[in-house]
Structures are given as C-alpha cells and as structure tokens.
C-alpha cells in the first residue's frame, strides 16, 4: 500500500544532491551520501512493512539513518527517548498518512503515546522558512536529543529546507559551522552549556522554545550572541508551535509572542490553553484524531499576544490555595535572576513554596522583594541553594524532579 503525504526523502536527494546535509563529529554526508546509506539499511526492515518499529537516542547517527529506513520502507518509527519494552503494538492499525510515534515526557502526569502525520509539520514548516527567513541559513543545529519533539522536529525541518543538520554536542567540530548557522535550543542548554556553542561565531539565528524564557535570561543570551536574532517560541509536542516572537530589546515577563499563522486559541475554565491549528498531532494511540488540543498551560490573550500564567500540574496547593510558581519566579527574577519555584509536600499545608537559586544571594533579600509585590501567603517557605539546576533527559527543568531532589536531600537550605 502506498503511503499518502508522506516524508520523502527521494525528492529531497533529486533537489539536493550534492548539498551537505548532514554533520556528525568530523563526518559530512550530503544529500545522496545520506540517501544511499538509508538504502542500505532499509534491508532490515523491509519485510516487516506496516509494523511500528521502536528506536532510542543511543548514537545519534545510527537513529537518523535508521529513522529515514523505516519510513522508506513504509513502517512506523516509535520516537522512545527511555525504553518501554512493555509496550506492545501487536494489532494497532494506524492511519497510512501516520509519519512516526512520538513519547510525551510525562513531565505533567504518565507519558502518552501520540502519532503524527507528515502533513502537519510540512505546513508548519513551510511557515518557518517564510516567517524567519531561513533561506540564507546554510546550518541547522539543535543542541536537543533527537527524541525530544524539538530534537526530531529540528532535524526534519533542515532536512525538508535543503539545509545541513548537524547535533550540537562535544563531537561536534566548529569548523563545520563557519557558514551561516541557526540553533534551535532549550533556554536551559544556552544558560548551562555555554562552554559548547562558545567557539561558534556563525550564529545568524537562535529559536528557543520548551522552557520559560526570563527577561534576565534573554538579555544574558543576548549579550553572548549580539550578533544573533533571537527569537523565543511556545508548543509542544501535540501542537507544533503556538506562538512566536522575535525579542530584539526586552522580553516582557510572561510574554509568548504573537499567535502562528492559522492557529486559534480559547481558554478553559482554569485558563487553560486550548490551541486550534492544521499543525496539531493526530491523536494518542488508541484515540481519535483530535479537532482541539486542551494543554496542561495556562494563560490569557491580551490583544494579539499570548501571555503565559503558569502550567495547571505546578500550581501549588498550600493551605488551600493555589499558588503559581510563575507568579512568584517573575518576582524574585527581577531582584535575583535563576530562581524556580516549586511546591513539596507537607502534611500540614499540604504542599509547602521551596525556591532553588544558583546565584548568591540572602532570604532577606528575596523576602524584603517578594514584599513589596506579593502577600505573605505566596512567599517560599524553604529557601534552597544549587550550583547547577538538574535536567530532565529532554534538557527542561521538571518542578517534579525538583521536588524528588529536595526530599533527596540534594540542596542545601539557607
């Protein structure tokens, strides 16, 4: 059976051929290099077409070619950033339009299997290429493992606009990146990790999204690539982009930019986002393909810009009210930047207000700060001191393995 609007990497080798399209440590692979290294290994999946085949992030050459072979020979990837031998796709039957699987983090309740189509991100792609003017770009990088949503959506993006892909860590040669080049990141990989991108001169670009971006953070990435666009964007795995904006002075507390072209958003009972858009995911397996996508994101319209007021799985329930970390982290950021909040249980209050910085600071300066905005009720309880924030595998920072840590006992209190 032939596969409908699918991904096909034929017609991008007859328009590419001979263009880099691909960088691994010392190694590039143009077009056509790429495309007969996917044939070979198409061999071992040729007979099994229409089956969902599982690969993992273990060596990211081998999961690109590898990722490209299935799709060559009509079955499904499963996108697994942990191991779920588990699961079992004995009998699932997918639409023929279905591009790949994907695995939700889990971040804000039990990971989800949810399922793509290629015609959803090839729209939103072809809005990228126009909105931020990709056409000079000659690299696409991300410094985000490929089976994250932004990992895979970064590497099939440069794919389809012609450009050379290339994975931002240790191995990577700056050499390969002396043309032009855009980098689409996690804030927290730029914030932690500045020690890779440092010998790189050639960003044009940098496109962040995944994590809350502070007015504080924004200026300190500005300040390390003045000679970049910086350029902040709001989604997830389910929705593809949401909203965008270029930040080329001060970035507004909160702000998320300006709605994607054709996308809709309401708001539920809670403010919970509520997104309408052609870029929308096809479904969690085993449900039907959804018209709306309900996120675990609040937040509310203000003219034509979407402002974020938190996420319904962090709110805080301390005594019976409940407390957004995001309204209590643009407080102290003003005064002491690097701050996330974060709720611990307690048998009391139910959850007690800890905050994690890594700066060097006083409680009685974050509290004579919190005073002039906040009332007391909203104030941190346990004030807890970091060199360095923990990630999650997919480079956010989680409230909930936050949370884990503190009762780990893994920072210090001051």
């Not at 039957?93 to 949810?114: A, D, E, M, R």
């Not at 890779?196 to 809350?212: A, C």
Request: with cysteine; proline share 4%; charged share 20%.
């Amino acid at each position: 059976m032939k596969l409908e609007n699918q991904f096909s990497l034929e017609i991008l080798v007859s328009k590419f051929n001979s263009k880099p399209a691909l960088t691994i440590g010392e190694s590039t692979y143009t077009y056509q290099e790429l495309f007969e290294l996917v044939q070979t290994a198409a061999n071992r999946f040729k007979n099994r077409q229409g089956n969902v085949i599982k690969i993992v992030n273990k060596e990211p050459f081998k999961f690109i070619i590898n990722f490209l072979a299935i799709i060559q020979t009509r079955n499904y990837p499963f996108v697994a950033s942990f191991d779920r031998s588990q699961l079992s796709f004995k009998n699932t039957k997918l639409n023929s339009q279905t591009f790949f699987l994907g695995l939700t983090s889990g971040t804000t309740g039990q990971p989800k299997i949810y399922y793509r189509d290629w015609q959803s991100w090839k729209k939103g792609f072809d809005w990228c290429n126009k909105l931020f003017k990709l056409t000079s770009i000659q690299n696409i990088i991300t410094g985000s493992p490929l089976t994250t949503s932004l990992g895979l959506h970064t590497l099939i993006l440069s794919l389809y606009l012609g450009k050379n892909f290339c994975l931002l860590n240790n191995s990577c040669k700056s050499r390969c990146l002396k043309k032009t080049t855009a980098l689409f990141a996690v804030p927290t990989f730029l914030l932690q990790r500045s020690n890779i991108t440092e010998n790189i001169p050639n960003f044009k670009k940098i496109f962040l999204g995944g994590g809350t971006l502070t007015p504080q953070n924004a200026q300190k990435i500005r300040c390390s690539f003045p000679q970049a666009e910086l350029f902040e964007f709001y989604g997830s795995s389910e929705t593809s982009f949401i909203s965008w904006q270029k930040i080329t002075r001060k970035k507004i507390t909160s702000s998320a930019g300006q709605l994607f072209p054709n996308v809709k958003v309401s708001f539920g009972s809670h403010h919970e986002i509520i997104a309408t858009s052609p870029y929308l995911f096809s479904g969690y397996l085993g449900q039907p393909s959804p018209r709306i996508c309900v996120t675990d994101d609040l937040g509310v319209l203000k003219g034509d810009q979407l402002f974020l007021t938190g996420r319904k799985a962090d709110l805080i329930d301390h005594g019976g009210n409940k407390i957004s970390p995001f309204e209590v982290e643009a407080i102290v950021n003003e005064c002491c930047p690097n701050c996330i909040v974060f709720g611990v249980k307690d048998s009391k209050l139910g959850q007690k207000i800890a905050l994690l910085t890594t700066e060097t600071t006083t409680k009685q300066l974050l509290v004579e700060c919190l005073r002039r905005h906040l009332p007391s009720f909203k104030w941190p309880d346990i004030y807890l001191r970091t060199t360095k924030f923990p990630l999650s595998l997919n480079q956010k920072i989680s409230r909930v393995q936050l949370a884990q840590a503190y009762e780990r006992g893994e920072f210090n209190e001051f």
